[in-house]
Every structure is written in C-alpha cells, then in structure tokens.
C-alpha cells in the first residue's frame, strides 16, 4: 500500500507520487483525484500497481491514473502509460483481458413522455434482441474465415452485411478498424470462442441502457453530437467477449518466459510485457487488434439489434423511432499513436485500461463534425445512477496524453457486493424508481449495485476540475439490460 502521507497533493483534483518514491520507478504516477476519492482506494492495490507501472521499459512521462481508479490484474484500471515506440514494450496486463470493452451512444429524437407507456414492451424487445449473460451466444454464427474477416476489417464488415451506416463508422474510434490485425497470432481456442458470440453483451458490468437526457452542460457540443433535453438516449457498453479475454490469457502466459528472454525485471510477474520491436510483441499487438476489431463489429451488431427493437416496439407509435450514433469508442486498449512530450512530438504506445481515449479540438481522426468541440468522452455510471456525455480537451493532449476517466470505478469487490446486496432487494428498489430491469441473474445484479460504485458525479466533476474533459451532458437510466 501507498501511504497517502508519502502522496504530493498538487491541486484540489491532483497528486502525485514522485519519481524519488522508489529508486527503479523511470517516471512519476499522477493521481487525478479529490482527497475524499484518493481515501476511497486507499484499502486496495491500485496506487502500488502504478507505482509498480512506472518501472516498464520504455516509459514516456508519468504514469496517470484517473478518478475512477482500482485494483487491476498487475495494472490499475483507470491507469495509462506510454512506452516508446518501438523500444519500449507492450504489457497485455496494462490493455486488460476485455480488450477494446467499451461504450456506444446512441442519440433520438424520441420524447420521453410520449413512449413512457411502452417502455415495459421495449425492455422485453431488447432483451429478447441483444443475448446477454456468461457465455451466451448470438444469432451470427461466424466461420473461421468469416471471422479472420471480422478481426481484419471490424464495423467496416459490419456495413458490408447490412449492420452498419456510414455514419456508424464515421462516428466511431478509428472508423470501427485498426490497422495491424493479424489473425494467425490469435490461437485456435480464442477463435473458437469468438466464433458464436457476435452481437451479445456478456456478462459483469456489461449493459445496455436506454437513458433520459437529463441536463445538457454545453448547447453547442450538444447540438453537434444530436442531444436534446428530454429525449431518449441508449447505451451500449461490452467488449471482445471471451475472443479478447482468451487472446490475453494466451499472451500472458508466452510472455512469463518472453521478460525473462529479454532480461527485463519487474516487480510484479502480472505485468509481464515483451518490446515493441520483438516478435513477440508484435505478435501481441497483431493479436490484440484482432480483438479490438472484433469488439467494434460486436457493438455494431448489437446496435443493429437494439434499432430493430426500437422499430419493432415503437414504429406507429412515434413519428421518428430512429437511434442515430452519437459515437462508440474503447476503453481497453493500446493505441500508437504521436503525442508531444517536453516539446518533443514522439511516437508512443499508450496503454489504456479503464481509462478512454479523450482527444481535444482539432485533433486528427476526429470526425469533421467534432474536430470543432473535441471527441465525445462517454462515462456510464454503475447501474441505475446518471452517466455522463463529455468532450476531451487540449489540456487532456498535454498533461495524459489525450485520456480520461471510463465510469464509476468500483469501490466494493464483486464477491464482497454479493455477500452485501440482495439482488431481489435491489431489483425491487430499481423499478420502485422507475427503471425497467431485465437481468439474467440476481447474483449478476447484486455485484453491479450502485453501492459497489463511486459517485460518478465526484469523479467526473474532478476530470472536468482537472481540466481533461468538458461537461456536455447528464443522462438517467429508464430500462437497463445486464447478463
């Protein structure tokens, strides 16, 4: 554990453990954070995991850590670190196992209070629409070739089958297609378990939620994006599935040998890594894009699902039922890409783990729409609580290499919340406030309870405190769909 006496506090929404802490840490960890939100992890590992961060190879600046932050396999979740590129290394215990987990928001122009009597018939659509829990398996059933397809081409496959508008891709991170996949690094067992589950949520803190724009904080990035006080809004947030989670565990465990190759020490075997420039390494990255690929493709389905469900319960009903994309970006990931570090431009490879990619106005590969207002930045909240719709900024390109927080960040373990919170008890206190909930188990809804949650409103008001985002928009929930 870190002590909070040995954390420099820097302003009322930063601090930062020094580079002077332990002798082999090659860069500083920066906390954004309130003093109340640093005291809330203080019983975990996360802080030591940053810490244990900093000595990579490689390591560009300081780690960071956002506000959302707890204890990761060998790295934070909320943690982001840049290594050269290409002589640094690539850490799959600092991208995640579901890699490319991340969120999509879908934007309406459909009233709340003209569909509040149908919202029970759209709960059970979508429900019915978008397959969720462990394992569970979609209505595609992908060939091995068709698949290498997906791996490849991600959301662009996703608009040859029909799934897909070009506006989907436009508005999505890297048009739903990263360059550098290479389906022959991904192993027989992961493509096995990918092939049946395209187009599902999973299970944990995965969902889809129909949400209420509840207050908009910035008109123009507002009305650029296509929110509207008083409309409906849906969120999707899944991943890879069981495809990327078995792509890291196979990688995980060929680079326990692969540091000990390279004679790399670190202190902490969970975050094993190999250099950029190795085969290994690039075995790993051709590996991962396989996986991020496939996640977009997967959130793409299941938006295709969820307009289907929104036209099969509304079409009549409503003048306009569509869901048009707002944008869809990840959230486990390692991204290379040009960041200016002590007015140099260099190339690095940003690991984000549980932190989003928050890139400021005028930034390449946004959208032309947003180049103006900066990348939207989705944060859900935990189940039944507000989610919030921000905007990166310029300050976020220089102080955390264009990065920000992914949600609430967990407080209470899974196990632990399950021992706590009755989930009938809690599904009761869902619908007496006026959410619809279709959950595939109790146990599933009592780990995801508000209460294993922090405040979503602390940590983004600490981000937008901070400086590396914008307050655009508040959305709450009307119908959650959890495995």
Request: with cysteine; glycine share 10%; proline share 5%.
């Amino acid at each position: 554990m870190v002590p909070i006496k040995e954390i420099q506090r820097i302003s009322e929404y930063e601090w930062e453990i020094p580079q002077s802490y332990r002798n082999e840490m090659r860069g500083a960890v920066r906390i954004f954070a309130t003093r109340r939100l640093l005291e809330e992890i203080s019983g975990d590992k996360s802080l030591e995991q940053a810490v244990n961060s900093t000595t990579l190879p490689g390591l560009v600046g300081n780690v960071l850590v956002m506000p959302d932050m707890h204890q990761g396999y060998g790295f934070p979740i909320g943690g982001v670190a840049a290594t050269r590129y290409p002589e640094g290394v690539i850490s799959p215990g600092a991208i995640g196992y579901d890699i490319n987990c991340g969120v999509r928001l879908l934007a309406s122009q459909i009233e709340y209070e003209s569909v509040v009597d149908w919202l029970g018939d759209l709960t059970t659509s979508l429900y019915q629409h978008c397959p969720s829990g462990v394992g569970e398996s979609g209505e595609i059933r992908l060939s091995e070739a068709e698949l290498e397809k997906v791996c490849v081409e991600g959301s662009h496959w996703t608009q040859k089958k029909g799934y897909a508008t070009e506006m989907d891709l436009r508005r999505t991170e890297e048009t739903g297609r990263i360059a550098g996949a290479n389906p022959s690094k991904v192993s027989p067992r992961a493509k096995s378990r990918g092939r049946p589950q395209l187009g599902t949520l999973g299970a944990g803190n995965h969902f889809l939620e129909v949400d209420i724009v509840e207050q908009i904080f910035d008109p123009r990035a507002a009305q650029e994006m296509g929110l509207q006080e008083g409309m409906l809004a849906v969120q999707i947030h899944c991943g890879s599935r069981g495809f990327g989670h078995q792509i890291c565990t196979d990688y995980v465990r060929e680079f326990q040998s692969v540091v000990k190759r390279y004679d790399i020490e670190l202190p902490d075997r969970e975050l094993v890594c190999a250099p950029l420039d190795s085969p290994e390494g690039q075995n790993y990255l051709a590996a991962m894009c396989c996986a991020a690929n496939y996640a977009f493709a997967n959130r793409q389905v299941l938006t295709h699902n969820a307009r289907q469900a929104f036209e099969e319960v509304l079409a009549g009903k409503v003048k306009n039922w569509h869901l048009f994309q707002v944008y869809d970006l990840a959230h486990n990931m390692g991204k290379v890409e040009d960041h200016k570090v002590n007015n140099e431009v260099i190339t690095v490879c940003v690991h984000r783990k549980g932190a989003t990619r928050a890139f400021g106005p005028g930034s390449p590969g946004l959208p032309p729409e947003f180049s103006k207002i900066g990348q939207p930045v989705l944060v859900p909240g935990s189940m039944g609580t507000a989610s919030w719709v921000l905007v990166g900024t310029q300050e976020s390109m220089e102080r955390a290499f264009g990065s920000c927080c992914h949600g609430a960040g967990r407080v209470m373990s899974r196990s632990q919340a399950k021992k706590t919170i009755r989930g009938e008890n809690l599904r009761q206190e869902l619908i007496q406030s006026g959410i619809h909930i279709q959950a595939g188990s109790l146990a599933g809804l009592a780990e995801e309870a508000p209460q294993a949650y922090k405040d979503v409103d602390a940590v983004v008001q600490t981000v937008s405190g901070a400086g590396i985002a914008r307050k655009v928009a508040r959305l709450t929930p009307v119908i959650v769909i959890k495995g």
